[in-house]
């Protein structure tokens, strides 16, 4: 089992950026997939970034242009930088990895193991 831990998120208003990081317990570079989801309240959870091991990475639809995903295999870590945040980016964010073979990188059922979350809210 994976720990991951999230730190960075809070509160910013309509086109601001915020910066949210994970904190692997074990080597990234051994982890098939890391992805970032959220979830707003009454709402479903959304995938919204992922990358892969080799580095290859996608965006969901809704921040695609918006949302820069990295990865930092030194130090054990992958980071989500959001950019002009909209009012409806407010969530609760995961981090999440898959340690298995994955071809649905923004599907919450392809990730074994999840963090606590943190919050993101965007005031309009």
């Known amino acids: 089992q994976v720990q991951l831990v999230e730190s960075g998120g809070g509160s910013v208003q309509a086109g601001g950026s915020l910066e949210v990081s994970c904190l692997a317990s074990?080597?990234?570079?051994?982890?098939?997939?890391m992805g970032w989801f959220r979830q707003a309240p009454g709402k479903e959870r959304e995938g919204v970034a992922y990358?892969?091991?080799?580095?290859?990475?996608g965006y969901a639809d809704s921040v695609k242009g918006r949302f820069t995903i990295s990865r930092d295999d030194a130090k054990n870590t992958v980071t989500l930088r959001m950019n002009a945040l909209k009012p409806e980016d407010t969530a609760m964010y995961y981090c999440?990895?898959?340690?298995?073979?994955?071809?649905?990188?923004?599907?919450?059922?392809?990730?074994?193991?999840w963090g606590q979350g943190t919050q993101v809210t965007v005031s309009s």
């Open positions: 999440a990895a898959a340690r298995s073979a994955t071809s649905r990188p923004l599907s919450g059922s392809a990730y074994n193991d």
């Open positions: 074990t080597r990234i570079a051994s982890i098939h997939c």
């Open positions: 990358i892969y091991e080799n580095n290859v990475h």
